[in-house]
């Protein structure tokens, strides 16, 4: 599913259970951010977002909540929502179901590291997931959140300013758009992040976190 930079309709069609995109009255964007937390990275992204007054989702993998509480602490701190991303990135397709579901599950007790924090928002890694995983999660109570843009952050063979036009000339009201606080896409999101907070901000658009 991260073949395309704006995800095709009919793939929102063939999967109308998961959530690819928020419509709404209030010119809103939700900008998430996957894989972390990870030093000095997110702690920027943190930054970066606080200057544009902006709210974001943070997608986080369990294991790198353990490594790093303090950063994790400072993403709840700041205001922005978690969202459970497996506690060891797995990729669903090539994982046993009941393996999917207690890993997802080891990522939810690390969520709950900060008391009275909880997350029912899951996004799957690399957006591979098996229909009974996704069947599993929602009957758990997770709403499984994909997304309409994606950055493309991550890719090495792309240049940073490929990176930005690639949210940039498909953000409208109600995008859900993916970059990752990772090492992977450093170097891409430094470079088109400040570009993108400024031009939503620029264009009225209200960055929001997903409830």
């Known amino acids: 599913m991260s073949f395309w ?13 998961y959530v690819w995109d928020i ?20 702690e920027w992204v943190l930054d970066q977002l606080q200057q544009f007054k902006a709210k974001a989702t943070f997608f986080c993998i369990g294991n790198n909540i353990e490594k790093h509480p303090a950063i994790y602490k400072k993403i709840i701190a700041d205001g922005h929502a978690i ?3 497996t506690f060891n990135h797995l990729k669903g397709w090539k994982t046993p179901t009941p393996n999917y579901i207690e890993n997802v599950k080891l990522c939810e007790s690390a ?3 900060v008391p ?6 899951f996004r799957p890694p690399y957006g591979k997931i098996k229909y009974a995983q996704g069947k599993a999660l929602r009957k758990m109570g997770y709403q499984i959140i994909m997304w309409d843009i994606i950055s493309m952050d ?3 063979t792309i240049t940073p300013e490929q990176c930005l036009q690639n949210v940039l000339q498909h953000a ?10 990772s090492v992977k896409a450093e170097k891409n999101l430094r470079y088109a992040l400040p570009k993108v907070l400024s031009f939503l901000t620029e264009k009225g658009f209200d960055c929001d976190k997903i409830d």
């Open 116 to 121: 009275l924090v909880n997350s029912y928002l």
């Open 23 to 42: 419509p709404n009255d209030g010119n809103k964007v939700y900008l998430t951010f996957d894989d972390g937390p990870t030093p000095e990275i997110t």
């Open 154 to 156: 991550y890719d090495a």
């Open 172 to 181: 409208k009201s109600g995008s859900i758009i993916v970059f990752h606080d």
């Open 83 to 85: 969202g459970n991303h």
């Open 111 to 113: 969520i709950s590291l």
């Open 5 to 17: 930079v704006k995800t095709n309709r009919w793939i929102k069609w063939l999967f109308p259970k």
